[in-house]
């Protein structure tokens, strides 16, 4: 690092020792042992008790909350990158119905990366990587949080490989319940609208036993497609083994050299025949995620769903987990996101923050906790991670207590990514062979104040503040759901225009007057 950076490091450690005073001076000392009286993680606070569910037969998983760690005994915080969106979706659904969502159906990662904040493409990499921070309403005046954006290079969508796809349609007869099977067959169509001639689409539909609607046909011939839409009817048990495994054949045979491969299911994963649980069913198919054929998974309806099957579903699968609510969402995942990040740029991606003892006194990783990696794991190819597609981002949030920094040079980490090439053999892209990308952590990269921070990170923060109440976080103390709503309004008239942002501000305004009942 230049005498120049260093110098600016310098001045904005000034200024954030002065943003966080009250904080203990820690220089020349060890950091806090896990007896210090700040150091056990603070007590739920009784202001609210999240209600129970008012829908019959869902099932989510409890993923925990991550704790505060020592980086004298424990420096490496390591997870696979997630671009899954499915539990805010699945809020959003709880909170339009007038109830808070349960808290396990809360899984901050995917609220926070529900949201696009603007990072810069990589020009060359597969990534390129954005580190800042500051305080924010939402800690302690000791901590800071710091936001981590990694942006995956764009391809253009006249550069995009062809795409073969082959939709896997839950058509039992829960797909009848508030007209799901109906959102799904538009869902579709917009797809179809949005697709070139070189893409093709296949559409297996299964109930109580799966069969073929559509073998691979060009996007050429739209109508043809349309019409099998069309004729989707829901009846029947439901069988995802068997759609799964009869959908993994057809993208086998409607395979094409140098195509893009993908099983996009739409269920409300109720699996209630054959094999009902995602190791499982996915155990009979992995052979055929080895060679490249991922698996998207698109969560539908409320009430008799199973979020949790879905979620591991699309784990197991290389893919990610998205979850549509209406007309709206289904725009936004078939019609712009789903067809711009089909083309997987990497595989087994892995992210690991290492946190100086000398600079910060303890750290928290906000989410993730079901998609935590060894820290021994970081560079073993072997382990399965995450895939992410092109253009796609992801977005991690820290808790922070730095130490007092006076006098240093204001480096508190490094944070690094690791990924395979899936396109090495192919000769596509990047070199052969495994990646890895650093980027360091400094003061300087830190705003002095929650009122001067970048919009994009106090959308982020907020974002993350309000899946921290919502999921019921023992850190979630000092600030309430009406705190995250008035931040919100502010956030909508900053990012004025972006639909995305009002929603998010008018959600957490009902969020704020449902938690007041």
């Known amino acids: 690092m230049s005498g120049i950076r260093r110098q600016s490091a310098l001045a904005a450690v000034g200024l954030l020792v002065l943003a966080c005073s009250g904080a203990p001076n820690y220089e020349g000392r060890t950091p806090a042992p896990p007896d210090h009286p700040r150091w056990p993680p603070p007590q739920p606070t009784a202001a609210w008790e999240p209600p129970q569910t008012p829908y019959p037969d869902v099932t989510f998983e409890d993923a925990g909350v991550n704790p505060f760690r020592d980086p004298i005994r424990d420096p490496y915080s390591t997870f696979a990158m997630d671009v899954d969106t499915a539990s805010y979706g699945v809020a959003r659904r709880f909170i339009e119905d007038g109830n808070l969502p349960p808290r396990d159906a809360v899984r901050l990662e995917e609220f926070v ?22 305080p924010t309403p939402f800690a302690g005046r000791e901590t800071l949080w710091l936001r981590i954006g990694i ?14 796809l082959t939709f896997v349609i839950d058509t ?29 689409v296949a559409i297996v539909e299964f109930g109580t036993e799966a069969r073929v609607v559509l073998n691979p046909t060009s996007a050429a011939e739209p109508e043809v497609i349309l019409d099998a839409i069309a004729a989707l009817h829901a009846d029947g048990s439901t069988n995802a083994q068997a759609g799964l495994e009869l959908g993994y054949d057809v993208a086998l045979r ?8 993908r099983v996009v299911l739409a269920s409300d994963g109720v699996a209630n025949v054959g094999l009902t649980d995602a190791d499982r069913i996915l155990r009979r198919i992995d052979r055929e995620v ?3 054929i991922d698996l998207v998974a698109i969560g539908v309806g409320m009430g008799n769903f199973n979020d949790a099957l879905l979620e591991q579903l699309a784990n197991r699968g290389n893919g990610f987990y998205a979850y549509i609510n ?50 021994e794991d970081f560079r073993d190819p072997h382990v399965d991670a995450g895939e992410v597609g ?5 977005t991690a949030l820290y808790e922070i207590e730095p130490l007092d920094l006076r006098g240093s040079d204001g480096f508190l980490g490094t944070v690094r990514l690791r990924w395979t090439d899936p396109d090495a053999r192919d000769g596509l892209f990047l070199p052969a062979g495994e990646h890895e990308l650093a980027a360091d952590v400094e003061m300087f990269a830190f705003y002095p104040d929650w009122l001067e921070a970048d919009p ?59 938690g007041l009942r």
Do not use: C, W
């Open 113 to 134: 990366n529900a949201f696009d904040y603007g990072y810069r493409a990589p020009l060359e990499e597969a990534f390129a990587v954005h580190v800042d921070g500051g």
């Open 151 to 164: 942006q995956a290079h764009v391809i253009a969508d006249a550069e995009r490989r062809p795409a073969s």
């Open 172 to 200: 039992s007869g829960s797909m009848q319940m508030e007209d799901r099977l109906d959102l799904v067959k538009e869902a579709l169509r917009v797809l179809v609208a949005g697709l070139g001639a070189d893409d093709s």
């Open 254 to 261: 409607g395979h094409r050299r140098g195509a893009i491969d």
């Open 290 to 292: 080895e060679a490249g």
């Open 326 to 375: 209406d007309r709206r969402d289904a725009e936004r995942l078939f019609g712009e996101r789903l067809t711009s990040t089909l083309q997987t740029v990497a595989r087994d991606a892995k992210v690991q923050v290492e946190f100086r003892p000398q600079a910060v006194s303890r750290y928290r990783l906000l989410g993730y906790e079901n998609r935590a990696i060894a820290d």
């Open 390 to 394: 092109a253009g796609h981002s992801v």
């Open 456 to 514: 994009g990170f106090q959308l982020a923060a907020t974002v993350g503040g309000f899946a921290e109440i919502l999921r019921d976080s023992p850190y979630a103390r000092g600030y309430t759901l009406d705190d995250v709503a008035v931040e919100a309004d502010h956030l909508a008239r900053a990012f004025d225009g972006r639909s995305d942002v009002a929603e998010f501000s008018q959600l957490a305004s009902r969020a704020a007057r449902i």
